[in-house]
């Protein structure tokens, strides 16, 4: 009878001398390869996410200034702005008669509010203080009744409202904005000052004047501090600089920003956004 011959390492047990499976040196080069590879997998999510994260917060921060400037906008504007009335009219015609009002007759005035609301010191103030109690910039405008709906059945209500959509006072509406720490705050005729945005580095207002003088070339001036306005009275716009600050870590080393002042200054390993918009006020001058 023919034996048949095993098949070489199939019987290990009875074959002492070779060896079975995987050397420790081919194991640890495995476990090498795999670690690698999960090591080059964690960092690629590590830098997704941070650049995503970065990314979001940009956005956020985008969002909050453009909210910021949209509340601070709209009292700019406003700012000095008073009632206006018709000083005259045309008499009606005769009944029966052919002829027509011309409404190019009549005539408006502005209400004169010196008893409520003072145009030449009320409209535009600001402070250089950093005091909690005191307030970069203050702005005011007149408030009045207006007829609202339908004329069969319209009510008087004022329209106009604060920074903080209130209207408590019924000769005067004026909104006063601060920083506090990283708060931009609002505080309207009465009652405490509430957070607008946060994450707020700096808060920047400068103050733009024009000559009074008829000129095809008008002279404007801008003052970066309110010590530095010679007459609030005359203040034509204000250019307003937001610079805010994000929580994520981002490596920054070697970089720098230009801050609302224009100087150089270092991120310190976080993103740094600068805003500016400047507004004309409506009712400039006197």
């Known amino acids: 009878m023919q034996k048949s011959t095993p098949i070489a390492g199939t019987h290990c047990s009875q074959q002492r001398s070779r060896q079975c499976g995987a050397t420790l040196i081919e194991l640890m080069v495995g476990i090498t390869i ?5 090591a080059v997998g964690l960092g690629a999510v590590v830098m997704s996410r941070g650049i995503s994260g970065t990314v979001s917060e940009a956005s956020q921060m985008q969002q909050q200034a453009a909210y ?22 045309p008499t009606a015609p005769a009944s029966g008669s052919s002829e027509t009002v ?3 007759w009549l005539k408006y005035t502005f209400e004169n509010p010196a008893r409520v609301f003072n145009r030449n010191t009320q409209s535009v103030v600001g402070s250089d203080s950093t005091a909690s109690s005191d307030y970069k910039l203050t702005l005011g405008y007149q408030n009045y009744l207006e007829p609202v709906g339908p004329a069969s059945a319209a ?3 004022s329209p106009f409202r604060d920074c903080l959509g209130q209207n408590p006072n019924v000769d005067i509406v004026r909104s006063r904005f601060q920083l506090v720490g990283d708060e931009l705050r609002c505080a309207g005729e009465s009652g405490s000052p509430q957070p607008v945005i946060k994450g707020v580095a700096d808060f920047v207002v400068t103050y733009v004047s024009q000559a ?3 000129s095809m070339n008008p002279t404007i001036s801008y003052a970066a501090s309110a010590a530095s306005v010679p007459d609030w009275n005359k203040i034509y716009g204000i250019e307003v600089c937001l610079e805010l ?5 981002i490596d920054t080393v070697g970089s720098s920003y230009r801050n609302c002042q224009g100087n150089l200054a270092s991120r310190g390993n976080r993103l740094h956004m600068v805003f ?3 507004y004309q006020i409506r ?4």
């Open 102 to 104: 011309d409404n190019s």
């Open 68 to 89: 910021a400037f949209r509340v601070i906008g709209q009292q700019i504007r406003q700012a000095g702005s008073i009632r206006q009335e018709v000083l005259s009219t």
């Open 283 to 286: 009712s400039q001058g006197t």
């Open 276 to 278: 500016r918009n400047t």
């Open 34 to 38: 795999g670690l690698l590879t999960v």
């Open 245 to 249: 600050i994000g929580t994520e870590y």
């Open 155 to 157: 009510s008087d209500k």
């Open 212 to 214: 009074t003088t008829f």
